[in-house]
């Protein structure tokens, strides 16, 4: 009785179960530590530029006085993308640190840029309480933040969508292939 069809054997022959292989593979201490610096890129950099805004207004407005609004938007919204490129390709990319490092170190830049700008659900009140007539600044970095976390909310939505709807014989299977 043939049990694979494959021509080579994908795990060595061993006395261990297929289970006992994968829990060897995992390593919790690992996803620990990620978890760690996920949670510290996401806490730490918001608190310390959210402290710096409230502390420090006058200083961070002297700084960025110079800056347009549409850079300091494209900032924000470069940061989101690095982000989640980081987090992306570290899924795709099978667990690999250097895309890992990508997404954590993304992650603090726009959590600290959000706290600069004082990002949240009604932001447009609390930039104008501590920025004043410069709130555009912090509005326009809140906004960068915001369309792009919503522009790949939007992609990934249409394409897992794609991916349900198109049947694999049509050919617009061609946009569910890894390069596209």
């Not at 009785?1 to 292989?21: C, G, K, M, N």
């Not at 992306?88 to 954590?104: D, G, Q």
């Not at 959000?114 to 990002?119: Q, R, V």
């Not at 555009?136 to 939505?157: K, P, Q």
């Amino acid at each position: 009785v043939e049990v694979s069809r494959h021509p080579e054997a994908s795990i060595p022959e061993t006395d261990l179960s297929l289970a006992d292989i994968e829990r060897r593979r995992s390593h919790p201490l690992r996803w620990a530590l990620i978890i760690l610096a996920v949670l510290c890129a996401i806490i730490a950099p918001y608190w310390f530029g959210r402290s710096l805004a409230v502390n420090n207004t006058d200083s961070i407005v002297a700084v960025l006085g110079g800056v347009s609004p549409q850079g300091i938007a494209l900032v924000g919204w470069v940061t989101v993308v690095i982000a989640y490129v980081g987090l992306a390709m570290a899924v795709v990319v099978s667990p690999s640190w250097p895309w890992l490092i990508v997404f954590v170190l993304g992650l603090a830049c726009e959590q600290f840029i959000a706290g600069l700008s004082m990002l949240n659900l009604n932001f447009w009140y609390s930039t104008y309480v501590v920025y004043g007539k410069q709130a555009g600044l912090a509005n326009a970095a809140n906004l960068g933040i915001m369309g792009a976390a919503i522009g790949i909310a939007v992609y990934a939505l249409m394409f897992v969508g794609l991916l349900v709807i198109i049947r694999k014989t049509s050919p617009l299977n061609v946009l569910t292939k890894s390069w596209a």
